[in-house]
């Protein structure tokens, strides 16, 4: 849990020294989606990672967004999903592409959130957007190599 507060300390961190220029990917929401397919898939487990998900969200929403509530509740919905779409997968087709896949999902759905809540669309936004979504493909690979890393102790 140490480490996923460090996680959020260092997007905040590069959020404020990216301040204006780019919106950056979102670790924390990667690093929770991470949490919740690496290990086993018990009911008590699960609905910590959704409440960690939940506590991030708020505080990011206090640090930044206009709207309080809405990166608390679109970070449990997307690690709800995740968790949903890989216990609904049988054990054989859990693996990389899937994490790959459920994880960018939630990084995207996330960002889209973020994008419509916005005050003021405009050109320099939708850029902000598309770059922060490029930037999570790094981050995304980053965290299928760590996954694939792990592989032996994950829940495949």
Not at 82 to 111: D, E, I, K, N
């Amino acid at each position: 849990m140490i480490s996923l507060a460090v996680i959020w300390l260092l997007q905040d961190l590069a959020q404020v020294l990216s301040m204006g220029v780019l919106l950056v990917p979102d670790f924390f929401l990667l690093t929770v989606a991470y949490g919740i397919v690496s290990g086993p898939l018990g009911k008590e487990r699960i609905s910590l990672w959704i409440w960690l998900a939940f506590a991030g969200g708020i505080l990011w929403d206090f640090r930044w967004a206009v709207t309080p509530g809405i990166s608390g509740l679109v970070n449990s919905l997307s690690v709800f999903a995740v968790y949903t779409a890989w216990a609904g997968t049988p054990v054989s087709g859990r693996g990389v592409w899937l994490f790959a896949l459920l994880a960018g999902m939630a990084h995207l759905f996330s960002g889209m959130a973020h994008y419509i809540t916005w005050a003021a669309a405009s050109q320099a936004a939708v850029r902000m957007f598309f770059v922060q979504q490029l930037l999570g493909i790094p981050a995304l690979a980053v965290a299928c190599a760590v996954y694939l890393l792990r592989l032996n102790g994950s829940n495949v």
